[in-house]
Nanobody
Framework: QVQLVESGGGLVQAGGSLRLACTVS??????MGWFRQAPGKEREFVADVNWSGGSTSYVDSVKGRFTISRDNAKNTVYLQMNSLKPEDTAIYYCALAAPGGEYRYWGQGTQVTVSS
């Protein structure tokens, strides 16, 4: 059974930093991503990384501020978030892709709140 557990969320002032972590059990070796959902908005893609860590992509709004990485020895993917803005406030979810490419497995989410 695949399980994803996020950690690292919290409350931070604008301009601050947080690092999210997502540990996977049961299955790996696929692309992993971070998504977020703000109140009243649809869930949106934030960043993803392939299995080797050599290929990453980001939504334009976080480019230059967020960095996704993974440590396959620890079955963990990270999202380093710097220069946080109030509009980054959301529940952040990590996800694991199935072999076909769609994101099939999801964590429970971790709250990130950025105060102005």
């Amino acid at each position: 059974q695949v399980q994803l557990v996020e950690s690292g969320g919290g409350l931070v002032q604008a301009g601050g930093s947080l690092r999210l972590a997502c540990t996977v059990s049961g299955r790996t070796f696929q692309r992993m991503g971070w998504f977020r959902q703000a109140p009243g908005k649809e869930r949106e893609f934030v960043a993803d990384v392939n299995w080797s860590g050599g290929s990453t992509s980001y939504v334009d709004s976080v480019k230059g501020r967020f960095t996704i990485s993974r440590d396959n020895a620890k079955n963990t993917v990270y999202l380093q978030m710097n220069s946080l803005k109030p509009e980054d406030t959301a529940i952040y979810y990590c996800a694991l892709a199935a072999p076909g490419g769609e994101y099939r497995y999801w964590g429970q989410g971790t709250q990130v709140t950025v105060s102005s």
